[in-house]
């Protein structure tokens, strides 16, 4: 690590305006006995409160596991104290979780921070942010910005463990991606007042393009996140003394919390981003099955998760026999920075085959190989009705329904699962992602549905499908 605080250190210890880059870790014996770890690529904590803030925390790395049981935090990794991170640059750090931070049995205070471009989490999730356990003082994480971080497992952005007790507040989390399709956040704690793409249960989340500028991740005026933040006074931004009753800036509006990193009592301006080009796509389309002459409708998404505006200029298929696959999107493709565009596809078999064919995508970011080489597959030999639909995972009940039923998924605890609901057909009505947090119990409301046979697809998050077959009466 570039930084140890190990020697109970409390808050008058101060860690302010720095860079720290390039470190690697320190191999740590786990204090609650989990075993031995290289933790904290650029700050190690134990057992100590430090002061961190202003530091430009980048390129470091907590992911050589060799002989031990993992690797963390790749920015900072704190444990078992009361640490203060604010006002710091957490970017382009790896970890195999938490590849911008992990905190472990901590009650830290995290406010304003930007947490970017971080990687990893190949074992345990987390590729912004990452929580285990508490002591008898939760985490606050307050305004931060926490924006285009990966994981390779759960919660592209932040990874709740379920023994946390974290008050995660303000914050705008968006852009991050997951190879395993969870949503940004994994887990549950207490998350009120954010900005969360995709959406998250919370009082007073919202699920909106928060509009940043691109070099800095400063909101435009009329971002959905300006005054959106938690209400109470004490979440205020700084009053602007010249114009009572409104923001000083970097903050915005009226004096109500801004989420993200430059709303709240701690706001102030950041070290601001260089351009950065990355455009991120899945190298792979698996299509559901169908059958002729019926046709498949896929939504392919295109990410921008750069701080340049990303350009798609065309699509071509290879080996597409008789034109199966066609696209029906005008070029180019214009996506602002943090934002998504889909690339809509149909594909509609001619005869009882497989499908394999190539899309080629071409665009303007120069750290990808142009065109971008997608493979397709997809089978329609096999009806809907022939899939084999007496799973031993799932439950239905009751069946037949009105179209109210209970999703029951036995001995698969705390997992993550995608669940669809598909039509005799084979097309598609519903799609949603879950993480069962208590019992794995899915409720489902399916009234708008005509009477008949439906089919529900469970996904697990290691790629393997159960399906059930129910009637709506």
């Known amino acids: 690590s570039v930084v140890l605080f190990i020697n109970h250190e409390d808050s008058t210890s101060v860690l302010n305006g720095f ?13 609650h006995g989990a075993g031995i770890y290289r933790e904290g690529g650029a700050i190690l904590t134990a057992y100590s409160s430090p002061t961190i803030s202003n530091n430009l925390i980048i390129y470091n790395n907590a992911i050589n596991h060799q002989g031990i049981s993992s690797a963390g935090g790749g920015g900072i990794r704190a444990g078992d104290g009361n ?25 830290a205070k995290i406010y304003n921070n930007i947490v ?28 931060n910005t926490i924006v285009a971080n990966h994981s390779n497992l759960g919660g592209g952005g932040v990874r709740f463990y379920p023994s946390c007790v974290v008050y995660f507040r303000n914050n705008i989390v968006w852009a991050n991606t997951c190879n395993q399709n969870t949503p940004q956040i994994q887990g549950s704690t207490y998350v009120t007042y954010n900005n969360v793409e995709g959406g998250f249960t919370g009082t007073g989340n919202i699920n909106q393009y928060p509009k940043f500028k691109i070099d800095s991740l400063l909101l435009y005026s009329n971002s ?4 959106a933040g938690d209400p109470s006074f004490i979440y205020n931004d700084i ?20 989420m993200g990193v430059y709303g709240g009592p701690f706001a102030k301006r950041m070290i601001p981003f260089a351009a950065i080009d990355s455009l991120v796509m899945n190298s792979t389309i698996n299509f559901i099955t169908s059958a002729p002459p019926d046709s498949v409708i896929y939504r392919y998404i295109l990410k921008n998760q750069g701080t340049n505006i990303a350009y798609v200029d065309s699509i071509k298929f290879i080996n597409n026999t008789n034109n199966q696959v066609r696209c029906i999107n005008t070029f180019p493709i214009v996506t602002p920075t943090f934002d998504k565009d889909t690339v809509v596809l149909y594909w509609k078999p001619y005869q009882n085959s497989s499908l394999s064919a190539t899309m080629l995508v071409y665009h303007k970011d120069p750290k990808l190989t142009n065109p ?4 397709l597959n997809g089978t329609n030999n096999i009806g809907i009705n022939e899939i084999k639909t007496d799973s031993k995972k799932v439950l239905i009940f009751p069946n037949p329904s009105n179209g109210i039923v209970d999703v029951v998924i036995k001995n698969e605890p705390y997992v993550p ?24 119990k899915i409720f489902l409301e399916l009234k708008e549905y005509t009477s008949g046979i439906y089919f529900i697809k469970i996904t697990f998050n290691n790629g393997s499908t159960e399906f059930s077959k129910f009637v709506i009466k």
Request: charged share 15%; hydrophobic share 30%.
């Open 372 to 375: 971008f080489s997608v493979s």
């Open 19 to 31: 860079t720290l880059k390039n470190g690697n870790g320190t191999v740590w014996l786990d204090e």
């Open 224 to 227: 959905p996140c300006n005054d």
């Open 417 to 440: 699962i995608n669940i669809s609901v598909l039509d005799t057909s084979g097309r598609e009505i519903y799609n949603n992602n879950y993480m069962p947090v208590d019992k794995t």
């Open 116 to 143: 970017a471009y971080n990687s990893g989490g190949d074992n345990y999730g987390g590729g912004g942010m990452w929580f285990n356990g508490n002591n008898s003082h939760p985490e606050l994480v307050n305004n």
């Open 239 to 258: 009053e602007n003394s010249s114009i009572p009753g409104h923001a000083l800036y970097p903050s915005q509006g009226n004096l109500r919390n801004d």
């Open 83 to 107: 640490p203060m991170i604010i006002n710091n640059v957490i970017m382009f750090n790896k970890g195999l979780y938490g590849g911008g931070i992990v905190l472990n049995y901590c009650g």
